[in-house]
């Protein structure tokens, strides 16, 4: 079956894939990590293909035109280098400011 | 007659097509959305920003992971309803739309009440924590 020039994807497919993803992930939240980069770096992973997944095919960015995707990831992109000036607020070293402070050195 | 041609409607079909050939009102919605991520990821730099710079306390104690995850649970379901809706009414089944949209409505709303009760916990936890901190 095709609907506006593409085949309708396999939905109830897509929901056992997030399901499975969102299983997996209270699992790794759950299970004990040395490291919290560990768990901080699977969780965020997990997390962002399931948001490609509902992108992709929930939101039909698949069967979109090139335009779209370009659109949808320049504020992917002007997000991430939002965050990353935030991140570096905090983790880069300031003159007179100890590291990790964002109200400025105690008096 | 009207209603039937709504349904067959053909957003790529030569006379919908603008200087950027998608529609103006596909290419609004998709403006909307891009506005909605940047919007989340003010609120997400926010967090982070405030997370690490700050005494945050620790997420274990106040956040229930299996309320979250019984909320992702409930917000995936009312996602692949609204989608099966979608296609219902594209392959021109207005009844099963009906009924998937009926369905996507109570998930949606169970969404509503446990995203509160999350947040209600959360800040009640936060606060009794940081009470306890203050009054140490």
Not at chain 1, 74 to 99: A, C, D, H, K, N
Not at chain 2, 16 to 39: A, N, Q, Y
Not at chain 2, 80 to 86: C, D, F, G, Q
């Amino acid at each position: 079956m095709t609907t506006d020039g593409h085949t309708i994807p396999n939905y109830m497919a897509i929901f056992w894939w997030l399901l499975g993803l969102t299983i997996f992930e209270i699992g790794w939240a759950v299970l004990p990590h040395h490291s919290k980069l560990v768990l901080a770096g699977g969780i965020v992973g997990l997390a962002i293909i399931k948001a490609v997944l509902v992108a992709m095919y929930f939101m039909h960015l698949k069967f979109e035109r090139r335009t779209m995707g370009v659109l949808f990831a320049s504020t992917l992109i002007l997000g991430m280098i939002l965050v990353s000036v935030g991140i570096g607020e905090l983790r880069l070293p300031r003159p007179g400011y100890p590291r990790g402070v964002v109200n400025g050195p105690s008096q | 007659m009207e209603h039937a041609e709504a349904i067959t409607f053909d957003p790529h079909a030569e006379e919908d097509r603008t200087s950027t050939g998608i529609p103006h009102d596909k290419m609004g919605m998709w403006i909307f959305l891009c506005s909605e991520v940047m919007f989340f990821t003010g609120l997400i730099g926010s967090y982070i920003v405030l997370r690490y710079g700050s005494n945050w306390p620790d997420p274990k104690l106040t956040l229930n992971i299996w309320l979250t995850a019984g909320n992702t649970f409930i917000l995936i379901c009312s996602s692949v309803t609204m989608v099966k809706a979608l296609e219902w009414i594209q392959r021109g089944d207005v009844g099963k739309m009906k009924l998937y949209m009926c369905l996507t409505r109570p998930s949606s709303a169970s969404r509503c009440t446990s995203t509160a009760t999350c947040c209600t916990r959360a800040s009640t936890r936060t606060c009794r924590s940081s009470a306890r901190r203050s009054t140490r």
